[in-house]
């Protein structure tokens, strides 16, 4: 998984406030995928993007959970008015272009968000 | 309901000996599945890959693929101690790229 940079890796939110965590994908790599891992669970997909498409979106909870990946800079999983139940580890993944890579993804380290 | 099924341990080897992990999932037109190695705080490492019925061998790793009975495997020869982690099996099942289906993994503990 080197390579596949996020930050912060660790935050603390009060509720309600916004939480953004970034991605930098490995280079190369031009797909990114945002996972979250909450206590006890397995992980689960959130989010598919390319350079400023949203690929699929079938795991992102309706409100609060926006995610970009712009032209410029890395991809931000935006979470608005947090509340405790956000509270988990989130994984980046990113992958190279998909004809010579089937489905094989690779994580970054994740950021642990702790809602307060 | 797209399911990957694992036991979740935990499963206890002494060092040296074989560690089996098993995993099933319930979507036929999944093709391609992967065992991932997480240690404890920190993020899923990808050990290896397969989609072909039978086989595949890199390392002390062997993965098994039967598609007829669903189910997949991984064998660990020689366990170590720092093979102790939790191992996450994960499926795509046709849908978009990069979108897997894990199972909740198996944790594993070596014991010297």
């Known amino acids: 998984n080197a390579g596949v940079m996020q930050n912060p890796r660790h935050l603390v939110r009060r509720r309600g406030q916004e939480a953004r965590l970034r991605c930098s994908p490995m280079?190369?790599?031009?797909?990114v995928y945002w996972y979250r891992q909450l206590p006890e669970e397995g992980l689960k997909f959130m989010v598919y993007?390319?350079?400023?498409?949203?690929?699929?979106e079938s795991g992102m909870p309706k409100e609060r959970f926006s995610a970009e990946f712009p032209k410029e800079g890395p991809s931000i999983l935006r979470i608005q008015q947090v509340v405790r139940g956000d509270s988990a580890a989130y994984f980046c993944?990113?992958?190279?272009?998909?004809?010579?890579?089937?489905?094989?993804?690779?994580f970054g380290e994740g950021s642990w968000l702790t809602v307060v | 309901q797209k399911e990957v099924e694992q036991n979740s341990g935990p499963l206890s080897v002494p060092e040296g000996a074989i560690a089996s992990l098993n995993c099933t999932y319930s979507?036929?037109?999944?093709?391609?599945f992967f065992w991932y190695r997480q240690y404890s705080g920190k993020s899923p490492e990808l050990i290896m890959f397969?989609?072909?019925?039978g086989d595949k061998e890199d390392g002390r790793f062997t993965a098994q693929l039967n598609k007829a009975s669903q189910y997949v495997s991984l064998l660990i020869r020689d366990s170590q101690p720092s093979d102790s982690a939790t191992y996450l099996c994960?499926?795509?099942?046709?849908?978009?790229?990069?979108?897997?289906?894990f199972g909740k993994g198996t944790k594993l503990s070596v014991k010297p």
């Open positions: 993944a990113s992958s190279p272009y998909v004809e010579t890579s089937g489905n094989t993804i690779y």
């Open positions: 280079k190369g790599h031009s797909h």
């Open positions: 993007l390319q350079k400023e498409n949203i690929i699929d």
């Open positions: 979507d036929r037109g999944s093709q391609s």
């Open positions: 397969i989609y072909s019925n």
């Open positions: 994960a499926s795509d099942y046709g849908g978009s790229q990069g979108n897997l289906i």
